[in-house]
């Protein structure tokens, strides 16, 4: 079966510090990968999908990026943290061969920037 | 411009009663729509994922019903219970060859005992 890991679960950080948040999906291959942000309140947010190892496609501008640096691995960074940053964010996966394609969402990790 | 509005946006109800979400939507041209619950602090789980032929479709105590005329869909929780708590996220996937899912803000339920 799949599972899909998100580390650290929670994390406070100062402004202006960096991140990275790791993501990785067990027993699949080659699945489509997604960054969401969630802020207290709000829906999700779409920041970043990858169809590929090394394609990574940015959908809102921000001072986020991702990596893939392997099939299974997604990772979220940032140089300088904001305030505007703090937020739930949801590791996703779902499976390029299926006509539904399914998200299944990871269990998040929880960012406050003070 | 794809959207997903869901109301309302909170909704409070005794533990046994019954209660419907509504989510309407705009994406054009439709493929899927599916039901997420998401407990606090937690990532979304699917409920339900209806197509365009589909009518009503159940998962234990929830049903969602999809008219695509409408574009309308709803979620109906019976005998509610505590556990139910949590935000209920409605998703729309286009058929456009789209990767990319249009999510509703969900509808935050607590169930009191």
């Known amino acids: 079966s799949q599972t899909i890991h998100q580390w650290p679960a929670t994390l406070v950080q100062p402004v202006g510090s960096p991140l990275s948040l790791e993501c990785t999906v067990e027993?699949?291959?080659?699945?489509?990968l997604y960054w969401y942000r969630q802020a207290a309140g709000r829906g999700l947010q779409l920041l970043f999908y990858?169809?590929?190892?090394?394609?990574i496609s940015s959908e809102v501008p921000q001072n986020l990026s991702a990596s893939r640096p392997q099939d299974r691995q997604f990772i979220l960074s940032s140089k300088k943290l904001l305030l505007s940053d703090s937020g739930f964010y949801l590791c996703?996966?779902?499976?390029?061969?299926?006509?539904?394609?399914?998200?299944?969402f990871g269990p998040g990790t929880r960012l406050l920037v003070l | 411009k794809n959207q997903v509005e869901q109301s309302p946006q909170s909704l409070i109800i005794l533990e046994g009663k019954n209660c419907t979400l509504q989510?309407?939507?705009?994406?054009?041209?439709?493929?899927?729509l599916r039901w997420y619950k998401q407990d606090t602090g937690r990532g979304p789980v699917s409920l339900t994922i209806?197509?365009?032929?589909?009518n009503t479709k159940s998962n234990g105590r929830y049903t969602a019903t999809l008219d695509a005329d409408t574009k309308q869909s709803s979620l109906h929780i019976t005998a509610s219970q505590l556990s139910d708590s949590a935000s209920y996220i409605c998703?729309?996937?286009?058929?456009?060859?789209?990767?990319?899912?249009?999510f509703g803000r969900g509808t935050s339920l607590i169930v009191h005992p």
């Open positions: 996703a996966w779902s499976d390029t061969n299926s006509v539904q394609e399914t998200q299944y």
């Open positions: 027993g699949t291959s080659n699945p489509n």
């Open positions: 990858s169809v590929g190892i090394g394609q």
């Open positions: 989510c309407n939507y705009t994406v054009s041209p439709f493929s899927n």
């Open positions: 209806m197509t365009f032929s589909e």
């Open positions: 998703v729309v996937r286009s058929s456009g060859g789209s990767y990319i899912p249009t």
